[in-house]
């Protein structure tokens, strides 16, 4: 391989390495189902104790033994623990009350798994008789930070091995085989097969809030199996079972002789038995496909039925075309030379794959943003309009390997400039000593370790020969780096889409936004977004600057807090942490840490954090400029 090509493969790793740093800091996902109605109605005061609390939410969730959670003044449960769904609707969650609790001031922590998988917790409070103080401190319990990235870490995995997996098996099956290839497709195999195993243990630590020591937990794993997300799970990695024999097929029917050329053409009665393969492979594909589009997004929200197969759709359109990549890239950097038909057979492929992928990505898009406005107004909009743009690049990269691949030829390759002989007597070839010609007197005593000597000789300046020739063959050459290229921004497509799945999609967000609104009565209409301005000073150099904190829309519920740190002359302030959490001193509830995720130098936001209750409330900001360089600052803000 060329030192290009070295390069281009060193800068390829750096990027994955980048982007599961770029995982790590996406954070935790936020809450993708809307608490939009509660009995007791939030921050209510009842005459008399209600037999049961319940909460309606904007899609179904899962509940657990601890989903829902009724808390007196200390802190005691007074619930029954055995929260459950009213008459059967998913999309609902109550529980009994104890007979007898006294008068005074209610929390009620809630904590459920929304219907596209991810966890969702939030806190409000009711009195009963009267408002009193409460000790209750914060009872909502998110993602453990650890659990979290590992969870997600693990579903980039999952993505990139199912692509790896279904696109090698495709380009095998369809253009080329030859080792590289191969394993392309079992390497996608083991990342699939262990990232899925991963998500399945972890799976109960990351949606019960506990850390990393509860994977340990067995009770927990059973509550993953038996849910739909878990059960898709294990799903998942009974057909891959099935995939490890299609892979066996497809390598074993192409991997013959032949290997190193063109595919395999059957013909005659093999027609047939190719077809059914393709048909078994398809299947496989297609089932795996849908243990994703049956537990996250897609299996959730507006027209679920034509939202699943699309999603089947998309990400079998994601597989062969960028899983296809890397089998492309594995087959030109081979030895065998790659047939200039097979690299034209992957072009029409992948175009077929692109056009699959804008048809199904407009429908999702439409479905998952809900208006022009949530592109740019809501976290998942952007992160959109970011794989958009990726996906943009790729197209146009694509459109220089498909000007490399009309240039390649099926001509044989040459033999490469012969060895020069080395000095000694006429007829004698390289690395022959006088006497030691082949067949000659000296051959039967030559010791092993002299021969084995000469065959790594002659092997090594053939392999040389055959790397200078590819590296001569322009047309190759050019191709293997536009490929390169993509690939390495396919890496990058596949991060950002990682990150969408544990982003509350812009159309959700936007209803848990209504919801907060409606929550807060008949005047909520009349109230705004809260915004505080704190000027701070860390007393070290740079420390100087002035935060706009604003929390919308400003009332019990779940809010939207957005942070902006500019320095002295008005620039953003990047600094290396923020922090902003929310205490209401007179009923002791708090402090309340909003979950801020970095969206540009200076910018942080925090989607979906849930204040239980109206009132005066105490928001801290914490801003750290250095190590040892930092400041706390305390301001009142009222809460409708």
């Known amino acids: 391989m060329s030192t290009t090509v070295r390069r281009f493969g060193g800068l390829l790793g750096a990027l994955a390495a980048a982007l599961l740093c770029v995982l790590t800091a996406a954070g935790t996902a936020s809450a993708h189902a809307a608490l939009t109605a509660t009995d007791p109605r939030q921050g209510s005061v009842v005459p008399e104790a209600p037999r049961q609390v319940r909460l309606t939410f904007s899609e179904g969730v899962l509940l657990g033994a601890d989903s829902v959670r009724v808390l007196d003044p200390k802190g005691a449960r007074v619930d029954d623990g055995r929260p459950a769904h009213v008459d059967g609707r998913s999309e609902t969650a109550a529980v009994t009350l104890r007979a007898g609790i006294a008068n005074g001031t209610y929390t009620v922590a809630w904590q459920a798994v929304s219907a596209d998988s991810h966890p969702v917790a939030g806190a409000f409070t009711f009195s009963v008789g009267a408002p009193s103080a409460t000790t209750v401190k914060a009872a909502v319990k998110g993602t453990d930070p650890v659990v979290g990235t590992l969870y997600d ?5 999952a993505y990139a091995g199912f692509a790896l997996l279904v696109g090698g098996c495709v380009f095998a099956a369809v253009c080329h085989t030859g080792r590289g290839v191969r394993r392309v497709a079992v390497g996608g195999w083991v990342a699939l097969f262990l990232a899925t195993a991963a998500l399945l243990v972890l799976r109960g630590a990351y949606t019960s809030g506990r850390g990393p020591g509860a994977v340990l937990d067995l009770s927990l794993l059973g509550d993953a199996l038996s849910s739909r997300p878990g059960a898709a799970l294990l799903t998942r990695l009974l057909l891959l079972s099935a995939a490890a024999v299609v892979l066996a097929v497809v390598f074993g029917e192409y991997a013959g002789p032949g290997a190193s050329g063109e595919r395999a053409r059957p013909g005659g009665g093999r027609r047939a038995y190719a077809w059914g393969l393709g048909a078994g492979g398809g299947l496989v594909a297609a089932g795996l496909a849908a243990t994703w589009a049956a537990a996250e997004h897609a299996s959730a929200g507006l027209q679920p039925w034509v939202a699943m197969p699309v999603d089947v759709l998309h990400l079998l359109g994601v597989g062969v075309w960028l899983g296809g990549l890397a089998a492309l890239l594995a087959a030109l950097g081979a030895e065998e030379p790659l047939p200039g038909g097979a690299a034209r057979r992957f072009s029409r492929l992948a175009f077929t794959a692109v056009c699959v992928l804008v048809a199904t990505g407009i429908y999702q898009a439409w479905r998952q943003v809900g208006g022009w406005a949530a592109l740019t107004g809501t976290e998942y909009g952007r992160w959109l309009l970011v794989k958009v743009g990726l996906v943009g690049v790729l197209v146009v990269l694509a459109a220089f390997s498909r000007r490399w691949t009309a240039r390649l030829t099926d001509r044989a390759p040459g033999r490469g400039p012969r060895p020069k002989a080395v000095a000694g007597k006429p007829g004698e070839k390289f690395g022959e000593k006088s006497g030691e010609k082949s067949g000659g007197k000296g051959a039967a005593g030559a010791s092993p370790e002299r021969a084995a000597q000469l065959a790594r000789q002659r092997a090594a300046m053939a392999k040389a020969a055959g790397r200078r020739e590819r590296a001569a063959d322009e047309g190759r050459s050019g191709l293997r780096r536009t490929v390169l290229a993509e690939a390495a921004v396919a890496v990058v497509v596949l991060a950002v889409t990682t990150v969408l799945t544990t982003t509350q999609p812009g159309r959700a967000e936007t209803e848990q936004e209504r919801a907060g609104r409606a929550a807060g009565g008949p005047s909520a209409s009349a109230a705004g977004p809260v915004e505080a301005k704190i000027t701070y000073d860390t007393g070290g150099k740079d420390g100087r600057g002035t935060a706009r904190i604003t929390v919308a829309p400003g009332r019990s519920g779940a809010n939207t807090v ?69 400041v706390t600052e305390i301001h009142d803000v009222k809460i409708d």
């Open 153 to 157: 870490t693990a579903r980039y995995a």
């Open 562 to 630: 957005d942070v902006t740190l500019t320095d002295p002359a008005g620039r953003p302030a990047d600094v290396p942490e923020v922090a902003v959490s929310f205490t209401e001193k007179e009923k002791g509830i708090g402090p309340l840490r909003a979950p801020l995720k970095r969206l540009s130098a200076g910018r942080s936001r925090a989607s979906g954090f849930q204040l239980p209750m109206a009132g005066r409330w105490q928001l801290t900001l914490t801003v750290r400029t250095s190590e040892i360089d930092q």
